[in-house]
DNA sequence: CCAAAGCATATGTTGAACATTAAAGCACTA
DNA sequence: TAGTGCTTTAATGTTCAACATATGCTTTGG
């Protein structure tokens, strides 16, 4: 009867995916059976049962009928479905593998999206990034607190949030969703590390007032700049994989 | 007692699915409730609940609870869920709204996977996409029957899946496994109305070649040639709705 | 020694009972 | 008569228990 028993508002999927993440199942492990779940918990076979399918389909575990529930390898995992990048953001924070990746493909796709947000966006986008903007400003300040500091990161990610958007087009817009925890995992984590945040804020300001300004070139190269920002707090290599500078430069 | 209500085995998700595709309910509108589709199609609660679920985590349908189903404007669709791609992909194939969409995602996508792939591709990579490329020519010669087009169709999706995986990047990577549907979707339609199969796949092979070489700026432009091949075919205009032709036009 | 039947165990499916929520109708009051 | 609050009603949400099916292991017969 550990601590755990004890919480019936458990989340039962939450704890288990906790307990991959740590290593405690690894891929090709089998975790504990329906009924040996619901005895730890006190919980009934439906709810167990429910909780299971979200990591069903979040492809994290494989359930093979009359046997038992096994760790699928990482490269299944749906790490686009939110609800596990959603996991991602609160349980596997250390994990710099991941944290590369995402980043790699957001150095990929945002200078392109900031571009696109920069000939597309409507004075109602221009607000939404500029609220987001000016929120980051006034809790920069003062970020003693990690509330404060948890509100400043809020606001970032608003802000690249509306700058795809800002695109009008429906397939950035829902990756914006799927990407949301991922930037935030990352904005986070930046966060507590920058060492110059007045930098950072004008690094943003800067892709701002390209995208105001309609100037997609000038956006272009303003959200690779964030980015690469963001990449030096991590203490990453912002140019391990990426391409698209050399196939910029040429239009100036 | 219409045809549907004798098929015990109906998947009731998908004849909803069918029905919302066909405009039979609409945004805004409200499905059945669960007693009726119960009655309708003789099932228990259970499996009709399981099947509303499938469509409220595709973001299909919201559920109110105490009022009913209803159906979720298109923008709300999780469009990069592997299940929503996949219906529609076998439901959808007619709307040419829906083709256009997905058309423009990729339109949108590929050329940057092409030219990521064209700096990371490994030897091993290449015989992926080779392998698919020679596929579809051996298939191209003597495609008579439909199904040695299935197999022609099989190869050409193939080959586009391999470059996603080229690029190294596990979100590219899953991205390919969401958008597989989808492509398929788009390759079936355009080889049966395709006037030039040859022209088509001589566009291939100049995308492969690209790859090949590691030239990204030449892939990125024979990426989009080819979607535009698949535009052309659809019947579809391939710039509507574009903006990165303005982005790649000064670059010649 | 091998193979087929049987057993034990774990997951899959189903139906019913009960709980919760939201809209609509009704009565009471200012 | 308009408005407020309670009751009713009908839908969705939750839980439980019984039964079905699949898998691995054991036993038994040749």
């Not at 935030?184 to 950072?200: K, M, R, V």
């Amino acid at each position: 009867m550990n601590a755990r028993s004890d919480d019936k508002k458990a989340n039962v999927a939450e704890i288990l995916i906790k307990d991959i993440f740590s290593g405690l199942y690894q891929p090709g492990d089998f975790i504990p059976k329906e009924l040996e779940i619901c005895e730890r918990f006190s919980l009934s076979r439906s709810v167990v049962r429910r909780h299971l399918s979200q990591l069903v389909d979040g492809g994290i575990i494989e359930r093979i009928s009359g046997y038992g529930s096994k760790v699928r390898e990482y490269s299944e995992w749906n790490i686009l479905d939110p609800v596990v990048t959603e996991w991602m953001t609160r349980f596997a924070a250390p994990n710099q593998e991941i944290q590369r990746e995402v980043l790699a493909f957001r150095l990929t796709v945002e200078p392109f999206v900031a571009m696109t947000a920069a000939s597309k966006a409507t004075a109602h986008d221009l607000v939404a990034i500029e609220e987001a903007f000016h929120g980051m400003g006034q809790n920069l300040r003062h970020s003693e607190s990690s509330e404060e500091r948890h509100i400043h990161t809020d606001f970032d990610v608003a802000f690249h949030v509306a700058i795809f958007k800002a695109t009008h087009n429906i397939v950035w817009a829902q990756l914006s969703h799927v990407l949301r925890p991922s930037i935030h995992l990352l904005i986070a984590e930046s966060n507590i590390t920058a060492t110059d945040p007045e930098q950072s804020l004008e690094r943003h300001r800067t892709l701002m007032e390209a995208i105001r300004m309609r100037q997609p070139q000038k956006a272009f190269h303003a959200a690779q700049a964030v980015l690469e920002g963001t990449a030096l707090a991590l203490g990453l290599d912002p140019h391990a994989g990426l391409i698209q500078a050399q196939f910029v430069e040429p239009s100036y």
